[in-house]
């Protein structure tokens, strides 16, 4: 995997985050591609399973807290690994839903030709090292190629995804790769710039430090102009 997928870890503004970028493009990977979707496919959990899974859940919350040295018997703490787990679960709504499906009844033929930017969607997810949140802003950009999505569907997509345990990094790619593979655009590009609460809380505690990540496909990737005039309008406050 070469730099398309760059990490920047900073406290500082804009100006920063674009040089960044403007370094980021490397070679994609079709191996990489095709891991993102994989990804995807394999760890689906069905809604239906969350009602059975739940005890054994619940359980699992209670042992947490009684080896922290909680008493789960008094009051405050009685329904705690309930609510817990089915916190945990509603965290992790995003892999009982398939990008297919959301996007099905929402890809529209149209010869619009010009870059589409959907900015700013909020973005929650957990890193999965320590299970706890990553928060943020994510960018969408796309150059259609005969076909558009409905626009609230960009956001479905990210909360498809990171309504997961994930990385940062592997989010970016497989909102990228998802907008890729439904709409055939002639490229795509995705930036994501997020907090992470397991380098704000624990580790470096670096209050204000924002990773920011991107990923540019096709003609993001390609064109220099095309890829300028994403960051330009992305930045754009
Ligand atoms: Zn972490």
Not at 10 to 32: D, L, P, Q, R
Not at 92 to 109: Q, S, V
Not at 130 to 147: D, R, T
């Amino acid at each position: 995997m070469e730099c398309h997928n760059r990490t920047e870890i900073n406290g500082k503004c804009n100006g920063k985050i674009v040089t960044e970028i403007h370094n980021a493009f490397g070679e994609f990977s079709i191996k990489a591609k095709k891991h993102a979707f994989q990804d995807n496919q394999e760890k689906s959990r069905k809604e239906a399973e969350d009602a059975s899974r739940l005890p054994a859940l619940e359980a699992a919350y209670a042992t947490i807290l009684q080896e922290l040295g909680e008493d789960t018997d008094l009051p405050g703490l009685l329904r705690t690994p309930l609510r817990a787990a089915k916190a945990m679960q509603f965290l992790t709504k995003g892999y009982h839903e398939n990008i297919y499906d959301i996007l099905n009844d929402a890809i529209f033929d149209e010869n619009h030709d010009e870059m589409v930017i959907v900015k700013d969607i909020d973005m929650f997810s957990l890193c999965e090292h320590h299970l706890v949140p990553f928060f943020g802003k994510v960018h969408i950009g796309y150059l259609p190629n005969k076909k558009v999505v409905g626009l609230s569907k960009l956001a479905r997509i990210v909360e498809v995804y990171s309504r997961r345990l994930q990385v940062q990094e592997r989010l970016t790619k497989q909102i990228a790769t998802a907008v890729s593979e439904t709409l055939q655009p002639a490229g795509v590009a995705v930036i994501i710039e997020a907090v992470h609460m397991c380098m704000v809380m624990r580790g470096v505690q670096k209050m204000n430090s924002r990773t920011v990540t991107s990923t540019m496909l096709g003609v993001f990737r390609e064109d220099p102009k095309t890829r300028e005039e994403f960051l330009a309008l992305a930045k754009d406050r």
